[in-house]
């Protein structure tokens, strides 16, 4: 059997080089990794199936898009393999309505909120004026999990009209109508953040909601702005859905109050800055592939074993 330190599931074109990096990350400690595409999902479930390949850990980023790369999950969520964000926990980290719910127990500001059910269902609940005048108008209106780049999410709705007519484009979804969070204002710039949780470490990102730019958070920043906060709130957001690698948007409020506002990013978009403008920071996307790499190590004795036979 042909025993990989690392298996990657990809399938959209822009994580080239992130794949890229990680590769090289793992090469230079001494580890085997295994691409999982299009052109070879069906031999490697073949050998799979056979016992003619294992992997050491997995790193998904194909079947939130893909259902085909779910029969992978059948051979990676086992023990004896390190599953980075195993999709069980993924599918409930990714439900905003549960994850909002859990925060609310774990202590984390969130806004104020009400959840409908799915439209489907024919339950004739909606919130009248009186219900947004509470959330405060103008509201955000959004699916709980058809939220991949912001689908289906309105800004800055005003009316219940809106609520309903909202709730038909996805009607088997469940929705949130959220207060809108309006950040104070840090020598010019937005308090709004996008933090990152990467296999054991919080990466900090001011992040605009208006223009989705970002820049690293540097220390000297984190420790002018007092921004120290960010961190035990992403720990505790780490507690509450179980997840390796995630990011969630932080904004503060005139009040100084952290409130998350987008919770658990499940499937972080790692295009690089220097490629694509809208992109995070080239040494946070290279950061990231170093502590995956770092775990991959920890998880495989330090690299030591490699890729190899094992009868």
């Known amino acids: 059997m042909i025993l990989i330190n690392l298996a990657i599931a990809w399938n959209w074109e822009y994580d080239g080089d992130f794949i890229l990096g990680i590769e090289d ?10 691409r999982i595409e299009d052109h070879n999902l069906a031999e490697t ?3 799979l199936r056979a016992g ?4 050491g850990a997995f790193f998904d980023r194909a079947s939130d898009a893909d259902e085909r790369y779910l029969e992978l ?5 086992t023990p004896g393999v390190r599953c980075f964000n195993p999709r069980r926990m ?11 719910l859990e925060l609310i127990t774990h202590g984390v500001n969130v806004p104020n909120t009400i959840i409908l059910p799915p439209a489907s269902e024919g339950r004739d609940i909606a919130p009248g004026v009186s219900d ?9 209106i959004k699916p709980a999990n058809t939220t991949g ?10 009316t219940p009209r809106q609520v309903a007519g909202a709730r038909l484009d996805h009607p088997d979804d469940k929705y949130l109508v959220q207060e809108r969070i309006d950040p104070m204002d840090l020598e010019g710039r937005r308090a709004w953040f996008r933090a990152y949780h990467a296999f054991g470490k919080v990466i900090l990102c001011w992040w605009d909601d208006r223009t989705h730019q970002y820049t690293e958070v ?3 920043e984190e420790t002018r702005y007092d921004l120290g906060g960010l961190r035990p709130v992403m720990e505790i957001i780490r507690r509450a859905c179980g997840l390796d690698f995630f990011s969630s948007e932080i904004a503060i409020t005139p009040e100084r109050k952290f409130i998350v506002v987008d919770y658990v990013n499940e499937v972080c978009d790692m295009r690089r800055k220097s490629s694509h403008e809208n992109g995070a920071p080239d040494e946070v996307v290279s950061e990231i592939s170093r502590l995956l790499a770092t775990e991959v190590a920890a998880h495989a004795g330090a690299g030591k074993d490699g890729a190899g036979t094992d009868d």
Not at 91 to 99: C, S, V
């Open 25 to 34: 990350e793992c090469s230079a400690r001494g580890l085997t990794t295994y």
């Open 45 to 47: 479930l073949r050998m």
């Open 52 to 55: 003619e390949l294992s992997f």
């Open 73 to 77: 999950q059948a051979f990676v969520d």
């Open 90 to 100: 993924v599918i409930r980290a990714a439900d905003k309505a549960t994850m909002h």
């Open 132 to 140: 947004l005048e509470r959330i405060g108008i103008p509201f955000v």
């Open 149 to 158: 780049g912001g689908t289906g999410v309105i800004m800055n709705a005003t």
């Open 218 to 220: 540097t220390d000297a």
